[in-house]
């Protein structure tokens, strides 16, 4: 699987189970909505600086975003 839909399938599973709506989460962040948008759905390459942005506000390390979900466990 190519590594930006990894990104985005984990940031929405991560943001879905912590409540967030995109367009909460990219308030938290200081991001826009469709920037959040674009990286779930594996548009956008954000930087690891953003990837730390996304993952703060969900209480999750950085690095949780590029694992693959069954090695995650």
């Known amino acids: 699987m190519a590594i930006r839909r ?6 929405k599973r991560f943001r879905e189970e912590a409540g967030f709506s ?3 989460l990219a308030f938290e962040c200081g991001l826009h ?6 990286v779930e759905r594996g548009v956008r390459n954000p930087t690891i600086v953003v990837l730390e942005k996304l993952a703060e ?3 999750i ?13």
């Open 6 to 11: 990894l990104v985005g399938r984990n940031l």
């Open 22 to 24: 995109q367009e909460a």
């Open 33 to 38: 909505r469709t920037y959040v948008s674009g």
């Open 57 to 59: 506000p969900l209480g």
């Open 61 to 73: 390390p950085s690095w949780r975003l590029l694992m693959p979900e069954d090695e995650q466990a």
